[in-house]
């Protein structure tokens, strides 16, 4: 395919998406770029510095909707949330102080977990 023809293809794709969908994306790709700093094993590369990154402002945005008080959801659904983005904020905050690579796995496990739910995949 190509780049006009991909790049077409995912303007029509985010249009089309739900929010639950683009969540459920956006925490996959913060998935998929810890995982591929744990690939690259170097603890203090750039690309460990930016998933690092991307992970804590994907949460802080988690966090804040959250928090938000005419947000539609339920208190006790908004109050998970937030439990789960404020351990998920303070793991990445630790790991941007003192990146060790084992430790990276509860976060994308997480990322990819609730991808999946959102997803309605098992």
Known sequence: MSNYGASAYARVATTTATPRDVEAQTLLKAAMKLQDAV?????????????????????????SEAMRENNPQPFD???????????????????????QLDHFHPLIEINRNIAAGLSGRP
């Open 77 to 99: 659904v908004r109050q998970k949330i937030a439990n789960i983005s404020v351990f998920v904020l303070s793991q990445t905050a630790a790991l941007q102080m003192s990146p």
């Open 39 to 63: 690939n690259g094993a170097d603890p203090f590369s750039e690309q460990t510095k930016h998933a690092l990154m991307f992970n804590r402002k994907l949460w802080t945005i988690f966090l």
